[in-house]
């Protein structure tokens, strides 16, 4: 049901653009007024350009072409009664051309959004991963962490048969995971002993304040902002825990967990030495179904099983 679902939120577009499209062809059939069924397929092919580029919007032009010249010859006292054939043909021809200008113009305009907001994107990314770098270089600890647990949240989404758009909100969520340690003290940060109740609880706020400085970036982060704010919620919360309120973790959070988890435990600290990886993987899978989701985590043991095979 999961996967279903996942599956369906992924290709929306796709099923929204399907949908339309199946609209106007039965609309073709019931609808008898000539003007009415050519124009009906504007809409599928405007839905197709905007939502998945001009590709996409030409193939459902010239489908929508395709099929209205089929039910012309199936009925065609339909679409040629009362009227000569080069009249008929001439408007039909009208329509079809402007049916794919339409296609390539709004694809293409589409296309050059996408395209500006992606440099956008990564231009903010690329701005944020430098200022990780620079709060993990004070830390030989810690140096390369979100890096590294951005690599696995993007193979482990990628084995799970994510979209290429989560998967890469999953990505910059894990580069951007530890961002609002920005805004804590590199002392309490490094401080190899254990902290105290006051900065125990300092440093768990960086949770918020990364999702804080993510949120003031604007609409070129938002679906990274739910994962950011979620990633240290247990994947089953007690009642006590959740006051009574059960709250949905995004699948981006559940899959940073499990990636900055194994890269903490594996990863030495001043405090103790890191674990073996299989040591690792033994306990994400002993805290899966309370901690961490089992799903998330049974792909996490094929990705590591398959660099494991390919050394």
Not at 171 to 180: K, N, S, V
């Amino acid at each position: 049901m999961d996967h279903c679902k996942r599956w369906v939120i992924s290709n929306f577009e796709r099923c929204l653009v399907a949908l339309v499209l199946w609209i106007a062809f039965a609309g073709t059939y019931f609808i008898e007024e000539k003007s009415i069924v050519l124009n009906s397929y504007y809409l599928p092919v405007l839905v197709a350009s905007y939502l998945l580029g001009s590709r996409m919007g030409l193939l459902t032009s010239i489908l929508s072409i395709l099929v209205v010249l089929l039910f012309a010859l199936i009925f065609p006292e339909r679409f040629f009664r009362g009227q000569p054939f080069w009249s008929t043909f001439a408007l039909f021809s009208s329509w079809a051309g402007f049916l794919i200008l339409a296609s390539i113009v709004v694809g293409t305009l589409y296309e050059l959004s996408e395209r500006r907001m992606v440099d956008l994107r990564n231009a903010y990314i690329g701005i944020l991963e430098i200022l990780s770098k620079y709060l993990e270089s004070t830390d030989e600890y810690t140096k390369g962490h979100s890096l590294r647990v951005s690599d696995f949240s993007r193979e482990i989404a990628w084995a799970m048969g994510l979209g290429k758009t989560e998967v890469e909100n999953i990505r910059a969520a894990g580069l951007l995971h530890d961002i609002g340690k920005i805004e804590i003290s590199s002392e309490v940060l490094r401080k190899a002993a254990d902290l105290s109740t006051e900065e125990r609880a300092l440093v768990e706020t960086h949770v918020a304040k990364g999702g804080n400085i993510l949120s003031s970036v604007g609409a070129v982060l938002q679906e990274v902002v739910p994962i950011v704010l979620a990633h240290h919620r247990y994947f089953m919360v007690s009642p006590e825990q959740n006051d009574g309120r059960q709250t949905q973790i995004p699948l981006g959070a559940r899959i940073v967990a499990v990636a900055d988890s194994f890269d903490a435990m594996v990863t030495d600290r001043p405090y103790r030495k890191g674990m073996p990886p299989w040591n690792a993987l033994e306990e994400l899978t002993a805290k899966a179904g309370t901690q961490f989701d089992p799903q998330v985590v049974g792909a996490f043991k094929r990705v590591m099983a398959e660099k494991i095979e390919g050394v």
